[in-house]
């Protein structure tokens, strides 16, 4: 299984930034506080790599949703969470 692939995985979209992945990063969570989104998570990947003594190109995570989207079908089915947030 090649875990490194230049196209996305079905389901997923990958889109160009334009300049630094700080300033990416920082006009993602505007869009995200823009609309009215709750960040849950802000994970940086390279930063926990060096911490360990390795090295990893700038790659970072921001976990991001709505509750009132996502409490409704917790309710339902607590499995669900694993999909949240949607």
Known sequence: MNLITPTAPDGM??????GSVA????RLEAAVAACGLTVFARIDFAADAAA????LRPTRL????????GTPLLTVATTVGIDLPL
Not at 13 to 18: F, G, K, S, Y
Not at 23 to 26: N, Q, T, V
Not at 62 to 69: K, M, Q, T
């Open 23 to 26: 300033d990416a990063w920082s």
């Open 62 to 69: 921001l976990v991001f949703g709505n509750p009132r989207a």
């Open 13 to 18: 979209v990958r889109l160009p930034a334009q």
């Open 52 to 55: 360990v003594g390795l090295t």
